[in-house]
Structures are given as C-alpha cells and as structure tokens.
C-alpha cells in the first residue's frame, strides 16, 4: 500500500493512541500463565501483540479478543498448565514476541519451535540464547547460529546471576521469565536501566521480586494470580502525534491516557529541553504504571546532544527525534545508540536515508547520528524498508514538507499503529 501526505495548515483536538505493546506481550504471556480470568482494556490490535495471543492461544491458554471494545480475556491456566503447540510459533515481525517466548519456552516440559518473517529471522538471538543456555536450557538454531528458527528442548533450568552485557529489556525479561521455571533464584543486574515492565506486572500478579539499584532478585515458582488491567497508551507511538504537534505551526493537541514510566518518558525529557511546550496532565496509576494526558503545542525546537543512559529510555523514539532535530536550531548529536542498527531495519541508515531525501542535513556514525537544522523539507516517494517506525517517521514529515510525501508499502504501520492515518485526520486542520 502507498499513502500521500499533504503538508496541513495546523493540528487541533484531542486524541488516544492504541495500548502499549510491551506491557501488552506481557500481560499475555504473564495472565497466560496464572491462576484465574484476567481481562485487558485498550489492548493494541496491532499485529505483533497479535502474533503472541496467537502463540499463547496455541499452546492451551484460551484468549478471546473484543475488537470492538478493544479488549481481551485470558483464561490463565497456571504456571505449569502450558501444552505442546501443534506447530512451530511463528513470532512474525515481531521481536519481542520472538525473545519474550525463548524465555517462556525454555521452561516448559515439552519441546518448541520459534520462527519469524524474514526480517526478524535476520535479527541477532545469541543475547537471549546465551543467559538462557547458562541457566541450562538447550537451544538450537537450525539454519544460522544465533538467528531463526530456534528450537527448544525441554531441560532443568538453575537460577543465574547475570549481568547485561547490553541494556535490553527483551533480554531482561526472558530470563526474568525462565527465572519462573528455575530450581534456585536468579538475579540480574542492569549497567543501564531498560524498561521495567516485566518486573513491575511481576510484582503485581505476585511473584517475588525485588528490585534495588541495578539488580533484580527473582524467586522461582511462584503462584502468579491474574490481573485485570488498563494498558496506558503506547508513549512510543504517541511519540509521532508529540512531534508532529511540535513541528506543524499553530498547532495545539492532546493526547489522552499515555503511559508515563520514566523507564519509557526519555522523549518528553528531550523534547522539553529542546524547548518544546509539553504539559502533562490528569496523572493517574493503572496496574503500577503511571499513565496521563499529554498537551503539546506548536514550538521553535533548539538543537541537543543524546548519549549515555537516556537512550534506552527513547530507544524506539530515535527516528521520529531525528526528524525534529531536522527543524531545531542548530546540530544535534544521537550517540551511544548502536542497538539502532538491529531493530525492525538497521534505522540508524533507514532514518538517514529517509530523511536524506526529503532534504535533511543528516549524515550516519557508527553509533547514532548528526543532524544539522532547521532545515526545510521536500517531498519525495520514499519506502518504509518494513519498519513501521520509518513509515511514520515519513509520515509526520510529510505533514510540514513542501509538496506531497508518499510513502510506499505503508501498511508496515499496522504492527504497532492500526489507525494511524485516521488518528492524524482526526487532529489535521488542512485550510
Ligand atoms: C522492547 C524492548 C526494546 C524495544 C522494543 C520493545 C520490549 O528492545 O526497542 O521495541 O518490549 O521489551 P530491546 O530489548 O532490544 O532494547
């Protein structure tokens, strides 16, 4: 599918943004395996979150979707109550979906097969294999070590002490979730802090956990109990409607119920101190995460420097960042965010590219990106090289280039953002 965009006069009015996707994989997986019914509100339709209901679904536990009220109940079926899928689970594009479940699965008793599309079969998996091989679980991948397709044997698991050699939270919380199955505790330790998920739905579902400084103690075999929750809106693709807010002039807009973790808010820390005129309202807590309402208004961006611990605190929102950094006075410096380069795409090169040829000043470093601006922008046919992130990024750019922006194979949005394009109608004033 191909979409044009069209630069808009202005953005006024009040929307929501589907549920966030890593708290949705984990209340999955998590209320799959605890006692009792859980039902989620405002669960993101979008197809990752889908290829682990899927996953889930085909190994016993029975979850039925309400599209029309956004909603989904699970019928947990206990710690050890998982049974052999029919098939290989397919994780699609998704790697969360892919880590997530290496984890899960290394517990269980019967054997398993995890595979993706062509995308995901090409994304690293030794960060996962490796702390869930010396925990004891047998892994092997068929085709390419380290990658796609994978499968699993059953084994006996110990706990590990372990600390990450990168900030991940998909590597955090697959040994968090083998953790369960082990025979003694794990801990983990963190350099820099990913986001804290798995061990805040952890917590409240149950088990024990205790998390102090940079280490996460875990004891094996709890009884987790279901948890009704509220996702919060997904702040990564709120991330799109915040910036495209900044950038278009005259613009004034609220986004309602986002999720606020510190673990995920690095944007909004970044966004204020690059002078933009963002208010956060109407503060509440849902199921231990922080959630509210988001104002922004139109401003003149100034340029900044992103490094160290904040990236993994705004590792998904880089590519929509280095747009507005095409529009702030002055250079701008991404560094420290090699992770960048093993995502949906290598977005270090698929966001210089992109915004290379809607005339950016953007050039690529092994580590990030520097970016010169303000600088205007053109439209131009551009791809979204299968990454959902890179469509929007070009989407919300389009939105202030002169000219038409069309982005090719657009429906990669649909991973985390089914809606998008309506969302934005729904703020656009064009005339
Ligand atoms: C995620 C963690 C991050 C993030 C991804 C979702 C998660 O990946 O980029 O979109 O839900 O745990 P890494 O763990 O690879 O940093």
Request: aromatic share 4%; net charge negative.
């Amino acid at each position: 599918m191909n979409t044009t965009i069209e630069k808009i006069k202005k953005l006024k009015g009040e929307i929501k943004v589907p549920g966030d996707k890593s708290i949705a994989h984990r209340a999955v997986i998590l209320n799959a395996i605890a006692n009792g019914r859980a039902v989620i509100e405002n669960f993101p339709m979008g197809q990752d979150c889908l290829s682990t209901v899927e996953a889930l679904n085909s190994m016993g536990a029975k979850i039925r979707m309400n599209s029309a009220t956004e909603s989904i109940t699970i019928e947990g079926v206990g710690l050890n109550g998982l049974s052999e899928p029919a098939t290989e689970i397919d994780a699609e594009n998704s790697g969360t979906t892919a880590r997530l479940l290496m984890g899960l699965l290394v517990g269980q008793s019967f054997p398993s097969t995890i595979t993706g599309d062509i995308h995901l079969c090409r994304r690293p998996m030794d960060r996962v294999i490796i702390p869930l091989s010396l925990m004891g679980a047998k892994i092997h991948s068929s085709e390419r070590r380290g990658y796609l397709p994978i499968q699993i044997e059953p084994s006996t698991l110990n706990g590990i002490d372990y600390t990450l050699p990168i900030a991940s939270a998909q590597v955090k919380s697959a040994i968090l979730l083998a953790a369960l199955y082990a025979s003694s505790p794990t801990v983990v330790r963190e350099n820099t802090k990913s986001r804290n998920h798995t061990e805040i739905m952890l917590n409240t579902m149950g088990a024990t956990i205790d998390t102090r400084d940079d280490r996460i103690y875990i004891a094996p075999r709890p009884t987790l109990y279901a948890q009704d929750m509220f996702i919060p809106g997904d702040i990564s693709s709120a991330a799109f409607i915040i910036t495209a807010g900044l950038l278009v002039p005259h613009s004034s807009i609220v986004i309602k119920d986002v999720g606020l973790n510190s673990t995920r808010s690095g944007i909004l820390d970044i966004y204020k101190g690059m002078g933009g005129d963002i208010q956060i309202e109407n503060k509440e807590g849902t199921a231990g995460e922080l959630m509210g309402d988001i104002k922004v208004t139109s401003s003149i961006l100034r340029s900044t420097t992103i490094e160290g611990n904040i990236i993994p605190r705004l590792i998904d929102e880089l590519p929509i960042i280095a747009l507005a950094a095409t529009q702030a006075v002055g250079t701008t410096i991404i560094k420290d965010a090699q992770e960048l380069s093993v995502k949906e795409s290598n977005r270090i090169l698929s966001t210089v590219n992109t915004l290379s040829q809607l005339g950016a000043d953007i050039e690529a470093t092994p580590d990030g990106m520097i970016i010169q601006g303000p600088t205007p922008l053109h439209g131009a046919i551009v791809d979204s090289k299968g990454d959902h992130r890179i469509a929007m990024m070009a989407a919300i750019a389009g939105l202030i280039a002169n000219g038409q922006t069309t982005i090719k194979n657009s429906q990669w949005i649909d991973i985390s953002f089914p809606g998008f394009f309506d969302t934005l109608k729904e703020i656009s004033v064009m005339s």
